[in-house]
């Protein structure tokens, strides 16, 4: 692979990630992030879930 020119940021894309599925402060109603009554769930989209108004999206950006 010729990275020459290029930059690597180890660690930029978190491709785990709970931001907006499991919301800080709101207790565990919220917690949409596993799915634990079906082994298999194509059909399950995380859109469906996903909280933009999460107060941990903000904080992330913020690099604290």
């Given amino acids: ?11 930029f894309v978190d491709a785990h990630s709970h931001l907006g599925l499991f919301e800080e ?12 009554t079906d082994p298999v769930t194509a059909h399950v989209r ?8 999460d107060s941990a999206i903000e904080r992330a950006l913020s690099g604290e």
């Fill in 1 to 11: 692979m010729d990275a020459s020119g290029k930059f690597v940021f180890p660690g």
């Fill in 46 to 53: 995380v859109i469906d879930a996903f909280n933009p108004d």
């Fill in 25 to 36: 402060g709101v207790g565990s109603i919220y917690q949409d992030g596993n799915e634990a």
